[in-house]
C-alpha cells in the first residue's frame, strides 16, 4: 500500500517535473518566435525604408519644376502670351492647355467678345498656358511641346504671330487621349500663322523652352489653378459651371471692371 | 490571433481565402496606382497640392514618395510579407485619402483625385466623382482592416518567414 503511495508520489512528481520542462521550453520557443518575428519584420521595414530614401531622391532629381528658366522675348508675368495693349485698362488672365477640350470650346465662344475689347483698347488677354495634361496624350507629352511651340514662335517672330499661332492651335485642337499633333505639324501651324521655317523648327523639336512650360505649370499649381480653362478678370477668378456661362460671366466682369 | 483552431469547419475552409482575396484586390490596386504614379514627379507633386491640406514645405517629399510607398504595400500584400503591418499601413493612408477626398468635396474644390495619377489637371464635375472615389476607398479600408484582424493567410511569404507566435 505505502509501496504503491510511494510510486504514485514519484509518478506524479517525475510528471510535474517534465510538465514543467516543457512549460520552460514552450516559454522559450515562444520567445525565439517573437524574436524571429522582430527580425525578420524590422529586417524588412529597414530594407523598405531605404528604398522609399532612395527613391523620393530619384523622383526629386528627375523632376526639374523650378530650376531656372529664360522666359521667351515677348512674355508677360513670365509664362503668358499677351493678345492687346499693356496699357488697357482691364487684364484677362486665361489659364489653359492646349490638349484641353473645354479650353478649346471656350477659345471658339469668346474669340469675338475678346477679340472686340481688345481692338477697342479696354482688355490685355494675357493667355496663361499650362501643361497639366502631357500623360492625355500617349506619352508624347502634347500639352508640353504645343506650349512650348508657341514659346518658340513667340521668342523669334513676336506676339501678333504667337497669337495667331496659339489660335490656329485650339483650331486644329486634337483630340484628348490621342498623340497630338506631331512636331512638323506644330511647325507647319507656325509658319501658317507667320513664323519663318528656319527660325522654329529646332526650338520645337529639340524642346527648347520645356523648363519654362514646367515652370509656368508649376507657379499655376502654387496659384491654386487646379482646372482649365481659369479665367481672372483683374486678378478675380471668374466663377462657372459650364464654358457658356463662363463667357458671358468673363464678359459681365469685364464691364463691371471697365465701369469702375 | 491565428485564423485556425477553434472555429467551426466551414469558417475554417472560407475565412484564409477571404484574406487571400482582400491580399490580392487591395494590393493589386496600390500597386497599379502606384506605377501610374512613377512615370510623372511633377504631377505627383501638383496632385498633392491641389488638396491644400499640406503646408508647402513638404507637399514635394510627400509627392515624391506617395507613389513608392503605394507600389510597396502593394508588393507586400500581394506576396503576403508583414501582412498585418502593410494592411495596417494600407488603411493608414486609406482613411487619409478619404479625409482629402472629402475635405476637397466640403470645400468645394474642383480638383481631379489623382488616385491613379494625372490630379493638378481639369476636373468637370469632379464633385460628381467624389462619392464614387470615397465608396471605393471606404471598401478597400474594410478589406485592409479585415487583413489587419486576420493577417495569417494562405499563398504568403509571411507563413515561410514569420514564424506564428501563439501556434
Known sequence: ?260 | MSATGVRPAAGRKIVPWVGVLARLVVGGVWLVAGLLKIPDPAENVRAVRAYQLLPESIVPTVGYALPIVEVLVGLLLILGLLTRISAVLSALLLVAFIVGIAAAWARGLEIECGCFGGGGGPAENASAKYPWEIARDFGLLLLSGWLVWRPRTPWALDNRVLPTVNP
Open chain 1, 1 to 260: 500500500m505505502s509501496k504503491k503511495q510511494s510510486n504514485a508520489t514519484k509518478q506524479a512528481n517525475a510528471q510535474r517535473a517534465a510538465e514543467r520542462a516543457a512549460a520552460i521550453r514552450k516559454e522559450q520557443e515562444a520567445k525565439e518566435r517573437r524574436r524571429r518575428v522582430l527580425v525578420v519584420s524590422a529586417a524588412v521595414i529597414g530594407v523598405l525604408a531605404l528604398i522609399v530614401a532612395i527613391a523620393v531622391a530619384v523622383q526629386s532629381s528627375r523632376d526639374t519644376t523650378g530650376e531656372a528658366s529664360t522666359p521667351p522675348a515677348g512674355a508677360v508675368d513670365s509664362y503668358a502670351l499677351p493678345y492687346g495693349q499693356a496699357a488697357a485698362p482691364v487684364t484677362v488672365e486665361i489659364y489653359e492647355d492646349f490638349m484641353c477640350p473645354f479650353c478649346g470650346q471656350f477659345e471658339t465662344a469668346s474669340q469675338d467678345m475678346l477679340t472686340e475689347y481688345v481692338d477697342q483698347g479696354d482688355v490685355l488677354v494675357e493667355y496663361q498656358m499650362i501643361s497639366f495634361l502631357d500623360r492625355a496624350s500617349n506619352g508624347t507629352d502634347y500639352s508640353t511641346r504645343a506650349m512650348n511651340a508657341v514659346g518658340v514662335v513667340l521668342d523669334t517672330s513676336g506676339p501678333e504671330v504667337a497669337k495667331e499661332f496659339h489660335d490656329l492651335l485650339f483650331v486644329n485642337q486634337p483630340a484628348e487621349g490621342t498623340d497630338g499633333l506631331s512636331d512638323e505639324q506644330l511647325v507647319d501651324l507656325a509658319i501658317r500663322a507667320g513664323a519663318e521655317r528656319s527660325a522654329i523648327t529646332q526650338g520645337i523639336e529639340d524642346r527648347s523652352f520645356e523648363q519654362w512650360v514646367k515652370n509656368a505649370s508649376d507657379r499655376a499649381s502654387k496659384d491654386d489653378i487646379n482646372s482649365t480653362p481659369t479665367v481672372l478678370v483683374d486678378g478675380e477668378k471668374v466663377e462657372a459651371t459650364t464654358i457658356d456661362e463662363l463667357v458671358t460671366e468673363t464678359d459681365e466682369a469685364i464691364q463691371a471692371a471697365l465701369e469702375e
